[in-house]
């Protein structure tokens, strides 16, 4: 990566703190924009990635990906703007990082060492959740189908990435020259970072008391995540 990306990171990051901030004093129209600005962000590093050509393949479905978190972000916070219709944007939402999250997995499973093994990993771990989630919180019906499919396909993405990156270790320690190495790696902290927020905002929407610090939690390790997913994209895989 090339200092251009660093800058365009730490931009990200302090717009996304601003966000934040502003959010928390209930400026939603202003909140919604900095979001999406800091989502503009890593859409504008995983283009610059794509650009380098080094795995066109995978890096334009990512690249895509990344375009659909934006979408998702910006409706996320729509919902503050139109409370009236906010569950509907909310749901709106969920389905454009549900589009994302299928498109990583489409990009990932060529790359999958075990991929039935990380299938069924990934839907044991999610069916746990959701038991868990579904019998301890009061979650309305819309709700749960969409969270059937995205938490499974969430986790299923992350545990295929995960796969990837623990093949990976090994050869950067050795010093092979084979390529994906660091891009896995890198890959797999954000895609593990991106599954950690999802279920902090889970937890902070639907437990029934919201908290400041779980929502700072929640936007911070989902925008480190999508960063580190779209600088993966500046290595070879």
């Known amino acids: 990566m090339n200092t251009t990306v660093y800058v365009l990171m730490a931009i990200g990051i302090i717009i996304q703190a601003t966000f934040i ?5 209930e400026n939603f129209v202003l909140a919604d924009i900095l979001k999406g600005t800091a989502a503009l962000v890593f859409v504008i590093i995983g283009f610059l990635g794509m650009k380098t050509g080094l795995n066109p393949g995978f890096a334009g479905k990512i690249f895509a990906g990344l375009i ?21 944007i909310f749901l709106a939402g969920i389905a454009a990082f549900l589009t994302g999250h299928i498109l990583y997995l489409v990009a990932l499973i060529p790359h999958a060492r075990h991929l039935l093994i990380d299938i069924i990993i990934g839907a044991v771990l999610a069916g746990c959740l959701l038991a868990y989630i579904f019998k301890t919180m009061d979650v309305k019906p819309a ?10 396909a969430v986790i299923i993405m992350t545990c295929i990435a995960i796969d990837c990156a623990i093949y990976s270790l090994p050869l ?4 092979s020259p084979e390529v994906g190495k ?45 960063l580190l997913i779209a600088a993966s994209l500046f290595y070879p895989r």
């Not at 901030?21 to 004093?25: A, L």
């Not at 659909?68 to 569950?87: A, C, S, T, Y």
């Not at 189908?145 to 938490?151: D, I, K, P, T």
């Not at 890198?186 to 400041?212: E, H, M, P, Q």
């Open 21 to 25: 901030i502003v959010e928390h004093k």
């Open 172 to 175: 950067m320690i050795q010093g």
């Open 182 to 226: 660091l891009s896995a790696v890198i890959y797999a902290i954000g895609a593990v970072l991106f599954t950690a927020s999802d279920i902090v905002l889970i937890f902070n929407t639907f437990s029934g008391v919201t908290r400041f610090s779980l929502r700072i939690t929640n936007l911070t390790l989902y925008y480190i995540g999508q």
């Open 143 to 152: 709700f749960k189908a969409f969270g059937v499919v995205y938490l499974g």
């Open 68 to 88: 659909f978190g934006m979408i998702g972000d910006i409706l996320l916070n729509l919902r503050f703007v139109f409370e009236k219709n906010g569950q509907k």
